[in-house]
């Protein structure tokens, strides 16, 4: 079984959507979670990080984390074409030393039709 | 501000060759991460650089080496070339205070024949 399982999609939403991306994990010791954006031929951009149970809005973005069923969502709202990109979920856990250990996600192709 | 840098965008290198890959880390930044992202996988860590030495490493063989550099730069070195080695590297860096956002660099896409 592998860490962090994330569906790879492709998900494909007509503009001004609600969009939903989910990863699941197996490690209860992971203590940041984050999300990042990935355009093709990119390096993946981060979104958002949360650190404990709950919802977390920054703007369109809404990520939420429930750490008693090991599942972590986020949220788009009013999708837009420019939302088109793969979506990687990311967990981490502080290592001996201070030191994040980050384990991602497959990614989630979204695909946001005009 | 300047982000982070990496060299080169692209290479291509047949199978026994070696590379050499550079990132230079965003400004403030003092901690490099190498990861591995093969086509349609999540980013794999190789590796990751403090103070010019190797804190952690992934689950890579030795043929992948690093180095930090008093700048904070830092090189990711590839032996022995494997078809499957052709991916995206990607660096990310780090400061003191904010570990748990790491900010990623564009890669470099390599190509093994």
């Known amino acids: 079984q592998k860490e962090v399982e994330q569906d790879p999609g492709p998900l494909s939403v007509p503009e001004g959507a609600i969009v939903s991306l989910n990863c699941t994990y197996s490690?209860?010791?992971?203590?940041?979670f984050m999300w990042y954006r990935q355009y093709s031929r990119k390096g993946p951009e981060l979104l958002m990080y949360t650190y404990s149970s709950g919802n977390k809005e920054d703007g369109r973005f809404t990520a939420q984390v429930d750490k008693s069923s090991k599942y972590i969502s986020l949220f788009i709202r009013d999708s837009q074409p420019s939302d088109s990109a793969t979506y990687l979920c990311?967990?981490?856990?502080?290592?001996?030393?201070?030191?994040?250990?980050?384990?991602f996600g497959i990614g989630t192709k979204l695909q946001v039709i005009p | 501000d300047a982000g982070v840098t990496q060299s080169p965008t692209h290479l291509i290198k047949t199978r026994g060759q070696q590379v050499t890959l550079r990132c230079s880390p965003k400004s403030g930044h003092d901690t490099v991460s190498w990861y591995q992202q093969a086509l349609g996988q999540g980013p794999q860590f190789i590796f990751q650089y403090y103070e010019e030495e190797e804190r952690q490493r992934g689950n890579f063989p030795d043929r992948f080496s690093g180095h930090q550099f008093p700048n904070y730069s830092s090189e990711l070195n590839v032996n022995a070339l494997l078809l499957g080695d052709s991916a995206l590297y990607l660096c990310?860096?780090?400061?003191?205070?904010?570990?748990?956002?790491?900010?990623f660099g564009p890669g470099t896409r390599l190509l093994v024949l």
């Open positions: 990311a967990m981490s856990l502080l290592q001996g030393g201070g030191y994040q250990k980050v384990t």
């Open positions: 990310a860096t780090t400061k003191r205070g904010a570990r748990e956002t790491q900010y």
């Open positions: 490690n209860s010791a992971f203590q940041y």
